[in-house]
């Protein structure tokens, strides 16, 4: 009954926090991709392995450092993090089964939640993000500068992504490495490393997604889980194996439960977590391997 | 053979006569916890028949328990056309109700391969709990609803405590020997040659589709029969009574315990017990340890070991849960349970 | 049924003694978060533990140490059950004291009635702990019910705000429900001003699109009905939309510490309820009540950071408690179950030093609610400032 009534500033305001959230699920998504292309499964531990490096810039920046001056320090401390535990707890367990590597991801989301809890206590902390909350005008339409710098990071950390693996030999290598292992290593491709950079990679991936969103969902041990949902919901949808499938799935669902959730009373917030598994378990009905997943031929 | 089959009778009537007499051991609260372990083994028996003998991942058996725990939830506080079916014959409804909801998801899982069984099952233990949300004039919402207390029936003298206990140990046996019928029978043959090569299996004129489908709805029903248990020994259904985490646990512990050793799946069970109520006690525990001196009340700590445990668990055992667990328990338990 | 045999004493002792009570200690139980989305709130049983060791220290209850037993429930009802069955029956506690959350508390009612042991000034302001006391006599609340501190709002509003257009967010469950009806019963025959009302699920990554929606209503006046981190992020909305309506959130979202982080420009000027000294607010820093919290605090609290002592969670577990004390103590040197029921159900308490001066703090045996006198605050400055009279509700 009190349902406002449809206006085009707050469509356009609805489809903006939509993509904001979007390039979230997207980046958190790119990370898992990257890990499933490198250790064929899929990390349980990623959202917590976010929140862990944005609680540790978080810490940073209590001790005065400046967030622009925090930033490149978390990201190569996540980095060395992300090489770190592929070296050490899923190395050992990589040419195990899948639900192998599954659980022991699993195990490392409960080891650093708890961790997390047990160093930095519950609770709510804010989080003083690099971009101010104030609006500017786009067209009548006042949006944050904090959503539009969230979406611009996203984007730009894609695109060198993009760069990376077109165009340099160690991206070459990682995508050999991930294509075909027994080839890429008789053609010289360190192929051990290259699993091992992935995960760095994703790291890094995932710590920018937490400290673009603590600003916003203020910072808590649990912050990443729900963001998590939506990204496997993104990867799954995109292809486990595509990481344009996960930035296209993760803005596509970012914009979809926001308007879904706005504007069909029946979903509203209360079911839009519901909606993004359904659609899901549509599109992988019809699609087995995603949007843009690959066919695998599967061997006797 | 036949020495093999006789150990393993032997070795069931031992577990039937321990659970006989473990009451007169134990306080009566104590009764109760063991109770509590016995509905997080009853589920864990059928993830095992599950995971162990077909080789699919379900992140999502929390759900099936909550769908237990609301049908008897609904059935005796509703009640069906204003008539409230006492909390004891729901336990089966229950069951049934929550293997047809696994006959659901079984019927498309067939088409999807480990990981994405795996993250939609997930998925399913996060979506259930909007469920009772968005129903809540039928399912109660957050409020929740608020069933009959425990309460020892037809005139027994136990106490309610030692009710519960006898009545989810007994119904643990029952479902433990159809378990071990099933695994040892051909159903359980075809399902182990599933899990260990699909494609030969459907080679050879097996119906995968049939018989995956039958262990996702069998694994279903036993979840949904802890969950009824569950709601009936707290007397409360509401949807954070089966948290997200439950469904991690669950997995977790069946690594833990060994996939295919039914005597391993009790340690697992005793094992997400302590994890969710008795996490103080094992900080508490750590604190003996030299120059270690943590605070019970500080959360965390629990975790932080359960996941080490877990991940240094998994890693010793390289090949893998399935074949390594199996040969570490083998001298111990496969030989007497698991037909190998 | 519950209550495991009593244990029989000694020849020449009393027969049946009182389950939890010896000649030197009284055992009280309670189940609260302390992990988990709600862990923040865990502090009022932290709070409630550092008060009863100042009480022992000065002598006890009639010569009785008073022993706190809390437990984590890291607020999953299930576990709140297992965790009031261990503590009637394994520690024997006396009676359940101050457990925190309205279905954690509906889902060991029953139980504890039956059993007979008294459910005292639960931490939950559903309606239902003091009126439905002809079922579970052995129940009591403590805080002012939800219902009437969204009425004390609407009355607000009729009288202060011209011309209004209110929106409402609020958590979609009972808590955030009965906020709203509150709300509507309190704006009277003015309840068309409400112009737009959304809920939000506990589960939600974000409530920006909520607020979106809420600030296209063009209202001026922001009702936030929420819970923790989601009344933080509506701030945060707010003030990234550009909106300014006159704010009002509900108590249980209102501390300080929560207040203190979000953006100013949105918070500024926000209206809430009171009755607890807060800690953190400078108009009390002289006060007495807030020196005793302190210096308690630091004296016998576990884990104490300086964050702690300006935590109104603390403060609010020293109010509860003082209560409780207060209500043993006039229950007499022969303590019973049925005797503390009777007195915390005839109780007027004049002085307690954790809460507004000029609270009094009464029940009878038909009116279970005994915190029903408020004040209205203003947040400015980064701390509350309470203004206007004590506003009395009637449940």
Request: with cysteine; net charge positive; hydrophobic share 50%.
């Amino acid at each position: 009954m009190y349902i406002a009534a449809f206006t085009w500033t707050e469509f356009a305001q609805q489809i903006t926090a939509g993509v904001r959230q979007g390039a979230v699920f997207a980046g958190l998504a790119l990370a898992l991709v990257i890990i499933y292309r490198s250790t064929r499964a899929i990390n349980f531990a990623q959202g917590e392995m976010a929140t862990f490096t944005t609680f540790v810039c978080w810490s940073l920046m209590n001790h005065g450092l400046s967030f622009w001056a925090a930033f490149p320090i978390v990201l190569v401390i996540a980095f060395v993090g992300g090489v770190t535990i592929e070296r050490t707890i899923i190395r050992p367990v990589e040419n195990g089964p899948v639900i192998t590597i599954v659980i022991v991801t699993l195990g490392l989301a409960l080891l650093l939640n708890g961790l997390m809890s047990v160093i930095w206590g519950g609770g709510n902390r804010p989080f003083n993000g690099p971009f101010s909350t104030r609006t500017i005008d786009v067209g009548g339409v006042p949006i944050s500068v904090q959503d539009i710098g969230i979406v611009a990071v996203s984007f730009v950390l894609v695109g060198l992504l993009a760069l990376f693996f077109r165009f340099t030999k160690l991206g070459l290598g990682l995508r050999a490495a991930a294509l075909n292992r027994d080839s890429s290593e008789l053609v010289g491709v360190r192929v051990g490393w290259m699993l091992a950079f992935g995960w760095g990679l994703a790291a890094v991936l995932g710590a920018v997604a937490g400290m673009m969103v603590a600003p916003i969902l203020f910072l808590d041990p649990n912050m990443m889980q729900t963001i998590l949902l939506y990204a496997f919901a993104a990867a799954v949808l995109g292809g486990l194996d595509s990481p344009v499938g996960a930035v296209v799935g993760g803005l596509l669902l970012g914009v979809a439960i926001t308007l879904l959730g706005r504007y069909v009373g029946f979903i509203g917030d209360t079911l839009k977590l519901p909606t993004a598994l359904l659609l899901i378990l549509l599109v992988l009905l019809v699609k087995p391997n995603g949007l843009f997943g690959r066919v695998a031929v599967r061997r006797v | 053979m036949r020495l093999k089959l006789a150990l393993e009778v032997l070795g069931l009537l031992a577990l039937a006569a321990l659970i006989a007499v473990m009451p007169q051991l134990v306080s009566s609260f104590t009764a109760y916890e063991m109770a509590t372990v016995g509905m997080y083994f009853i589920a864990l028996l059928g993830l095992s028949i599950l995971t162990g003998y077909s080789g699919q991942i379900s992140l999502g058996h929390g759900a099936f328990m909550a769908i237990g725990g609301y049908t008897t939830a609904v059935l005796s506080v509703n009640g069906v056309y204003g008539h409230h079916i006492r909390d004891l014959w729901t336990i089966p409804i229950a069951g049934v109700v929550a293997g047809v909801a696994g006959l659901l998801v079984g019927i498309p899982a067939l088409r999807l391969s480990g990981l994405y069984l795996a993250l939609i099952t997930f998925g399913i233990a996060v979506s259930f709990r909007q469920i009772p949300l968005k129903f809540d004039h039928f399912l109660g919402g957050t409020s929740g609803k608020v069933l009959s207390l425990l309460k020892t029936p037809f005139g027994l003298s136990a106490t309610p405590n030692n009710w519960i206990y006898y009545l989810t140990w007994g119904i643990a046996f029952v479902l433990l020997v159809a378990a071990w019928l099933f695994v040892r029978g051909k159903p359980g043959r075809t399902l182990k040659a599933i899990r260990d090569s699909e494609i030969a299996a459907a080679s050879s004129g097996i119906s995968l589709a049939r018989y995956k489908t039958l262990a996702f709805a069998m694994s279903a029903f036993y979840a949904g029969v802890a969950g009824s248990l569950y709601a009936i020994a707290r007397g409360f259904m509401n949807p954070d009574v089966f948290p997200i985490v439950l469904s991690v646990y669950l997995v977790a512990a069946l690594a833990l315990g060994g996939v295919d050793s039914f005597l391993g799946l009790i340690v697992g069970a005793s094992a997400i017990y302590v994890l969710v109520n008795r996490t103080a006690d094992v900080t508490q525990w750590i604190n003996h340890l030299p120059a270690v001196n943590l605070n019970p009340q500080r959360p965390g700590m629990p975790d932080v070991i359960f996941g080490a445990v877990l991940i240094v668990v998994l890693i010793i055992l390289p090949t893998g849960v399935g074949g390594a667990l199996r040969r570490l328990f083998g001298p111990l338990t496969s030989r007497l349970y698991s037909k190998s | 049924m519950l209550a495991a045999a009593v244990p029989v004493t000694a020849a020449g002792a009393r027969p049946l003694a009182t389950p939890g009570v010896t000649s030197t200690e009284i055992k009280i139980g309670s189940s609260v978060p302390l992990s988990g989305e709600a862990a923040i709130a865990g502090n009022v049983a932290r709070g409630i533990d550092a008060y009863f060791k100042y009480v022992n220290a000065k002598g006890g209850v009639f010569g009785r140490k008073l022993k706190f037993v809390y437990l984590d429930d890291g607020y999953d009802p299930g576990r709140a059950v297992n965790n009031t069955i261990r503590l009637v029956q394994q520690e024997q506690v006396f009676a359940m004291f101050s457990s925190l959350g309205t279905s954690n508390n509906l889902a060991v009612r029953k139980l504890l009635n039956d059993a007979k042991v008294p459910q005292l000034y639960v931490s939950s302001g559903a309606t239902t702990f003091g009126r439905d006391y002809k079922k579970y006599p052995w129940t009591i609340g403590y805080i002012p019910p939800y219902s009437e501190e969204g009425a004390v709002y609407g009355q607000y509003v009729v009288k202060n705000i011209k011309k209004p257009k209110i929106a409402v967010l609020y958590q979609d469950d009972d808590y955030g429900r009965d906020l709203y009806a509150g709300l509507r019963r309190g704006l009277g025959k003015k309840a068309g001003a409400i112009v737009s009302k959304v809920a939000y699920d506990p589960t939600s990554a974000d409530v920006q699109p909520q607020v979106t929606q809420l600030k296209a209503s063009k209202a001026n006046v922001f009702m936030i009905f929420a819970f923790g981190k989601f009344s933080l992020q509506a701030f945060n909305a707010v003030s990234r939309l550009g909106w300014k309506p006159q704010i009002f959130v509900n108590d249980v979202s209102s501390a300080s510490a929560l207040m203190s982080i979000v953006p100013q420009n949105a918070a500024n000027g926000s209206i809430s309820i009171v009755f607890g000294k807060d800690p953190a607010a400078p108009g009390w820093r002289r006060d007495k009540g807030i020196r005793l919290f302190q210096s308690i605090l630091r004296q016998y609290g576990a884990d104490i950071g300086s964050r702690d002592l300006q935590d109104g969670y603390y403060t609010a577990g020293m109010a509860t408690a003082y209560t409780l004390v207060d209500t043993l103590k006039k229950a007499g040197k022969n303590l019973t179950r049925d005797g503390v029921m009777r007195v915390a159900t005839h109780l007027t308490e004049k002085n307690n030093p954790f809460v507004l001066p000029g609270i009094v703090i009464h029940t009878t045996s038909t009116s279970r609610f005994p915190l029903t006198q408020v004040k209205l605050q203003r947040w400015s400055a980064k701390s509350w400032h309470p203004f206007g009279k004590l506003l009395s509700i009637k449940p």
